[in-house]
């Protein structure tokens, strides 16, 4: 039996820890940027996805994502309710950690995943509806994703392509799912007619430094024990985040005249999504590339909904569709055996058969989760219904979905509102801030 390291087993512990903030760090990034009556609703579903997909995950998903394999396609029950996973290792995913480490670091990843996926039907999906399906996602979309990429056995992991720390698996299905959800959704009440700026711009930064700094945990972390591929995985996460804030920045002013706070913090975003497959298999000037590229490649990919028409409220498919899937052909072009061993040579550096095993991996990520996720949320549409009434949307979904607000303050700084925003809950009015 592989013997538990405790430098390690410490580093897990804390990389998963950040990952998990990481969660709160996006309420906090996509909270600031929805109308201020909208704001409780987006927190609420990602607070609310930690404890929902953490329990989905230790009853079945890790099971069906990192069980013994079927087909390529799927793991097994095995360890459903964790059954057979404890302190001690897993030889096949990480030999120096517990085995119960290793699955709470993947937890993580799970509970992130469609979190992100929020952002694009933000201020319009019912809160039951959001419940049922982030469920059947995880399940039936993130589950075996992630087995076939990462999953001893997994098809996509057999067929060579590489993906260090979730560029398809977090990044382009939760997009493609987000592109899915909205156009069964529909656009939001007032879409390109009524003003839909951000409220609290200090809130999305402060969420977006909150993320810069979990993304350590998230990709450093994924080299799985403490040493030089994570030392390597951390330089190229920032590197790659500090270009690309910079990029999206320069092409934001060339554009429009003017370089904005959001743009800096939507340009790290979209570095960090650019660089998560890569982090782990390329050097940092390489890193530098693919942040300089995506921060400008994302900011394109953000003004074509425009011309295309669909209604992503927070940007999801043009920062983490269009970055995640350059990341994730980046790393085709750009991996080194040198680096990683556990890799491959990228196509510049003699290996081009790489970069297509990337594109079958991107491509197959997409279909499955667009085509679920559409079937998914169009049942939830028929039997639940998947959005608020035009009455609730207007109100807000603060108080039509949760009965409170961000933002409710009287002239003597206590808290005043109505039993009817409430609710007909009269006991929370009157509080005092």
Same mark, same amino acid.
């Given at each position: 039996m592989d013997a538990i390291d405790s430098g390690d087993t410490a580093f897990i512990l804390v990389s998963t820890a950040l990952v998990m903030l990481m969660t709160p760090g996006l309420a906090l990034f996509y909270g600031g940027m929805v109308r201020s009556k909208n704001v409780m609703s987006v927190l609420m579903q990602s607070f609310v996805l930690i404890g929902l997909v953490s329990i989905v995950w230790a009853v079945i998903g890790y099971s069906l994502a990192f069980g013994s394999d079927h087909g390529g396609v799927i793991g097994s029950l095995e360890w459903i309710g964790l059954r057979g996973v404890g302190q001690a290792p897993n030889a096949d995913y990480a030999a120096t950690v517990p085995h119960l480490a290793f699955m709470m670091f993947q937890g993580m990843f799970a509970v992130i995943t469609p979190a992100l996926i929020t952002g694009a039907f933000a201020e319009r999906m019912k809160f039951s509806t959001f419940l049922v399906f982030s469920l059947l996602w995880t399940v039936l979309v993130y589950s075996p994703t992630a087995h076939w990429v990462w999953g001893v056995g997994g098809w996509i992991r057999e067929l060579g392509a590489l993906d260090f720390a979730g560029g398809t698996v977090v990044h382009v299905s939760s997009a493609v799912a987000a592109l899915a959800a909205v156009l069964v959704i529909g656009r939001r009440r007032g879409h390109g007619t009524v003003a839909m700026h951000p409220h609290n711009l200090p809130m999305t930064l402060m969420g977006a430094g909150i993320l810069w700094f979990g993304w350590f945990g998230f990709n450093a972390g994924s080299a799985l024990s403490s040493g030089g591929l994570a030392t390597q995985a951390f330089v190229t996460t920032h590197l790659a985040a500090a270009a690309a804030a910079l990029s999206w920045a320069a092409a934001e002013w060339v554009h429009r005249g003017q370089p904005t706070s959001l743009g800096v913090a939507s340009g790290l975003v979209a570095g960090l999504v650019a660089v998560t497959p890569a982090a782990g298999f390329v050097g940092p000037m390489s890193?530098?590339?693919?942040? *300089?590229?995506?921060?400008? %490649?994302? @900011?394109?990919?953000? *003004?074509?909904?425009?011309? %295309?028409? @669909?209604?992503?409220?927070l940007d999801v498919v043009g920062v983490h569709g269009v970055g995640g899937t350059f990341g994730a052909i980046a790393t085709g072009l750009l991996a080194q055996a040198a680096v990683n061993s556990a890799g491959a040579d990228g196509a510049f550096f003699g290996n081009p058969g790489l970069l297509a095993k990337q594109a079958v991996a991107v491509l197959a990520v997409m279909a499955w989760s667009f085509g679920i996720t559409y079937g998914i949320v169009s049942l939830l549409k028929a039997f639940m219904g998947a959005r608020v009434d035009e009455e609730a949307e207007m109100l807000g979904l603060d108080l039509s979905q949760h009965s409170e607000a961000a933002y409710a303050f009287g002239a003597d700084g206590g808290w005043r509102l109505q039993p009817e925003q409430l609710g007909g809950h009269p006991e929370a009015t009157g509080l005092t801030g």
């Open positions: 890193a530098i590339v693919i942040g *300089l590229v995506a921060g400008s %490649l994302c @900011y394109l990919g953000v *003004l074509a909904k425009l011309k %295309l028409g @669909y209604d992503d409220s």
